[in-house]
Every structure is written in structure tokens, then in C-alpha cells.
T-cell receptor, first 114, second 112 residues
Framework: EAEVAQSPRYKITEKSQAVAFWCDPISGHATLYWYRQILGQGPELLVQ????????DSQLPKDRFSAERLKGVDSTLKIQPAELGDSAMYLCASSFVRGETEAFFGQGTRLTVV | GENVEQHPSTLSVQEGDSAVIKCTYS??????FPWYKQELGKGPQLIID?????GEKKDQRIAVTLNKTAKHFSLHITETQPEDSAVYFCAASRGSQGNLIFGKGTKLSVKP
């Protein structure tokens, strides 16, 4: 069964360091999402790609966060510098059609900033 | 933008009982409403979804109802089992013009 792959599963980093997460969506899915989920809350959208283009990054803290999907396939989310408040689960999801078909989620990356 | 409210935040039921989780949305243009189940340490997994042209959808023990006029939709789980214990999230989307906006989740505990 096709899955969204994310790595690493867990990451511990020190405050002010840089950290990066990787996501490989399901083959053929044009839409890719990065969500942040704080413990006990629902996922919140950070950025959405349609192929290689960003279609929504209104909630992405652009002073420290960046995201790219250069060839319209896999994607990287970067935080530099990391802050204590960035500790959360970072989820990647993909769907065949934006907003109208099932979004499949990966297992997520649990980030702890110390 | 869209805002999704979900209630209750926690729900405890006895095995075999029914569980109901309710969500309201604010954007009348939303037309796609999925429900996700999230187990500890895992990503959310879709369990059922409904579109605005349908009032009810059922899949075995799980059903979802949608009231477009009142802008609310509900998840119904019948004959609950311990393996149904998880956090459930509702979400809403304006289809191809919008993103999935999630509720804050309901932690369901099914006691044997």
C-alpha cells in the first residue's frame, strides 16, 4: 500500500540550531501539505504545494521556516534557527486533488527543541 | 477564513455503546468534510468523509451526517470496541479552492 514517507521520525535539537524534515508523498499526488501539530491540538497548515509551486504559505513563519519542493515530488521543511516553541509534531500529507480527495498523512516527525 | 469547532474534547463510553462527536464550521462555501482517526505516535488516518451534496454516509459501524443549513456535521460510531480508542479529528475544506482546516480533536476512550 502506498504511503507518505517522512524522516526522521524523531529529532532533538538545541535552540538556535537548524533542523530539516523530509517528505516523500504518494506517487502521482500533485498536492503536498506540511502541518504542525502541537500536543493535544489539531493539525495546523504551514504550507501547501501544488506540484512545485507554493499555493498557500500564509501561516508559515517565514522569518525562520522555509519549504521547497523543487521537482514537484519530495519536499523539505527547514527551521533556522529553532526556538523552544517549535517543539511539535510535523506532519506531511499528500492528495491527488487539492481539497477534494483524501489527504494521506505520513507518520510525522516529532521535534523537541531543548 | 474557515473555523472548525469540535465537541466534546474527551468522550468515555462503555464497550458496545455508541459514540457521537459533533463539529461546526463557519465557511458556508466548505463542501468537503473528512474525519480522521489518530492513534498515539501516528499520523491521522481518514476513516470517512462526506461531501456537501450528501446528507449522510455510512460505512459499517461508522456514519457521518451533515446539516448544511446549520453548518454542522457529526460522526457516529456504533457498537464501540476498545480498538476505537483514539483521537478523532473533523475537518472542513472549500474543495479545490481551499485547505483542510481541522478541529481540535476528541479523545475517545472505550472501556472494556
Amino acid at each position: 500500500e502506498a504511503e507518505v514517507a517522512q524522516s526522521p521520525r524523531y529529532k532533538i535539537t538545541e535552540k538556535s540550531q537548524a533542523v530539516a524534515f523530509w517528505c516523500d508523498p504518494i506517487s502521482g499526488h500533485a498536492t503536498l501539505y506540511w502541518y504542525r501539530q502541537i500536543l493535544g491540538q489539531g493539525p495546523e497548515l504551514l504550507v501547501q504545494f501544488q506540484d512545485e509551486s507554493v499555493v498557500d504559505d500564509s501561516q508559515l513563519p517565514k522569518d525562520r521556516f522555509s519549504a521547497e519542493r523543487l521537482k514537484g515530488v519530495d519536499s523539505t521543511l527547514k527551521i533556522q534557527p529553532a526556538e523552544l516553541g517549535d517543539s511539535a509534531m510535523y506532519l506531511c500529507a499528500s492528495s491527488f486533488v487539492r481539497g477534494e480527495t483524501e489527504a494521506f498523512f505520513g507518520q510525522g516527525t516529532r521535534l523537541t527543541v531543548v | 477564513g474557515e473555523n472548525v469547532e469540535q465537541h466534546p474534547s474527551t468522550l468515555s463510553v462503555q464497550e458496545g455503546d455508541s459514540a457521537v462527536i459533533k463539529c461546526t464550521y463557519s465557511d458556508s462555501a466548505s463542501n468537503y468534510f473528512p474525519w480522521y482517526k489518530q492513534e498515539l505516535g501516528k499520523g491521522p488516518q481518514l476513516i470517512i468523509d462526506i461531501r456537501s451534496n450528501v446528507g449522510e454516509k455510512k460505512d459499517q459501524r461508522i456514519a457521518v451526517t451533515l446539516n448544511k443549513t446549520a453548518k454542522h456535521f457529526s460522526l457516529h460510531i456504533t457498537e464501540t470496541q476498545p480498538e476505537d480508542s483514539a483521537v478523532y479529528f473533523c475537518a472542513a475544506s472549500r474543495g479545490s479552492q481551499g485547505n483542510l482546516i481541522f478541529g481540535k480533536g476528541t479523545k475517545l476512550s472505550v472501556k472494556p
